[in-house]
């Protein structure tokens, strides 16, 4: 899994927050290549070759870090772990 | 790089421009649209309102309202909440004239609008003399309303050959309002082709803006597309001409273009009286040619990189052809300011 970066820079993010979810200047939608995010505040966009790994809604609501799809591989959550990371960094996802 | 997945074809635009009224109450001598009068049959409340209902089905992330002057439309609020009420980002394009505290107050209760005020010139004079008389002070007015509330706000400049010396004063005066400056590049469309000669920046012109451009990390650069500074453009990776590809543009009678400087019979994708926005999105083969768009004969420029042929409508208005390259691009203005010196030095 990849993404190609935007711009500007990460937020400093606390690991331990109840959960995550898309930064409400942050909209994100499923493409033929996996998610495409926008953060008008830019704007900014996010182009992540996730396929279909994870719902376009799927931060719309609060989710833990360690919550992914039923069904999702071992190695899947290994490589969204690591991408929910970038997310939280560049700040299209924010901690609650 | 960005561009691949681009390339790849969007399911629908990022974002795109709505201009929703041709109604002005000015006559800007470069308008891109030749804004006054409204146009016959303008789109109603009701099939605005269904518009901003596919735009949320096809997933479009932020709407760029445009006209004409937007606030005449008396049902722009209504489009504007529908467009909220989905989630749906937006920008409005003001010249400034119809903006009320009490509007501003409305306005600042969402957090999903972002204004830019047009103004073009630092001088009363020079601004004036492109938007009628009295505009500077009544925009600045508007600004500084705009300022003092939680709205993203912008000045938003078209470079010409009258404002071009002043951009750096622009800036000056975007920040002590306290709000931040775009520059747009001027098209030679609409009223901005009958006065194209006289507004046109010249080739020195481009290339000192472009220095100070880079120089000038804040400011924001409107291409086709989005609203960038260098870093950013540079940082995102997208370095193509957006239109058909990240956004496109919906006329006042509900046509649907490519840009919004391509806004002629021979660039019409379809009609939102006609067609669904999906249906055009997918299956125009105008927005096809534009996906499909290769500037040959540019390839060879060693600025090929960092523009793929620069803007197919100025090579349309300039050539009647967009597979030509950017007739005005900055390698353009670099070989013209040479041989202008060859010229001189000849004679």
């Known amino acids: 899994m990849r993404n190609s970066q935007s711009t500007a820079s990460a937020g400093c993010t606390e690991m331990a927050a109840a959960g995550i979810k898309l930064h409400p200047s942050c909209r994100a939608r499923q493409e033929r290549f996996g998610l495409l995010f926008y953060d008008c505040r830019g704007p900014r966009l996010l182009f992540a070759e996730t396929g279909t790994l994870l719902p376009a809604d799927f931060y719309g609501t609060v989710r833990s870090r360690d919550e992914f ?24 996802l924010r901690e609650q | 790089m960005s561009n691949k997945y681009v390339e790849m074809g969007m399911r629908s635009p990022v974002n795109l421009t709505w201009e929703v009224t041709q109604a002005c109450n000015l006559r800007c001598s470069h308008c891109l649209s030749s804004s006054g009068d409204p146009a016959h049959n303008e789109l109603s409340t009701a099939e605005a309102l269904d518009l901003v209902e596919q735009l949320h089905t096809a997933g479009v992330f932020q709407v760029n309202f445009g006209g004409g002057e937007p606030f005449i439309r008396p049902d722009f609020e209504e489009i504007l909440a529908a467009c909220h009420a989905r989630g749906i980002m937006t920008c409005i394009s003001t010249n400034g004239t119809l903006i009320s505290p009490e509007r501003v107050a409305r306005l600042a209760s969402n957090r999903l609008v972002a204004i830019q005020v047009s103004l073009d010139g630092a001088k009363r004079e020079t601004c004036d003399a492109i938007r009628g008389n009295g505009v500077f002070d009544t925009a600045i007015e508007a600004v500084k309303l705009l300022a003092a509330t939680s709205i993203p706000t912008s000045i938003n400049t078209v470079l010409t050959a009258q404002n071009a010396a002043e951009i750096p004063a622009m800036h000056d005066l975007a920040r002590s309002l306290g709000v931040s400056l775009r520059v747009s590049r001027f098209r030679p469309s609409g009223r901005g082709a009958d006065n194209w000669e006289t507004l046109r920046p010249s080739p020195p012109q481009l290339l000192a803006f472009s220095d100070w451009l880079a120089a000038s990390g804040d400011v924001r650069t409107g291409d086709s597309f989005f609203s960038l500074t260098t ?29 919004a400087f391509l806004q002629s019979d021979r660039f019409e994708a379809g009609n939102l009286r006609t067609s669904s926005f999906q249906e055009i999105w997918d299956r125009s083969e105008i927005y096809a040619s534009f996906r499909n768009l290769r500037i040959h004969s540019c390839e060879e420029c060693q600025r090929f990189d960092q523009c793929h042929g620069g803007c197919p409508a100025v090579a349309w208005h300039l050539k009647n052809d967009i597979n030509g390259g950017d007739p005005e691009c900055l390698e353009r203005c670099v070989t013209s300011i040479a041989d202008a010196n060859r010229t001189a030095v000849a004679a």
């Open chain 1, 69 to 92: 799809p039923a069904g999702t591989s071992d190695s899947a959550k290994k490589a969204l772990q690591k991408f929910v990371t970038q997310l939280l960094e560049k700040g299209f």
């Open chain 2, 231 to 259: 870093q950013e453009r540079q940082g995102l990776g997208l370095n193509l001409c957006g239109a058909a590809k990240l956004t496109c543009c919906v006329s006042p009678t509900g046509h649907m273009y490519p840009c």
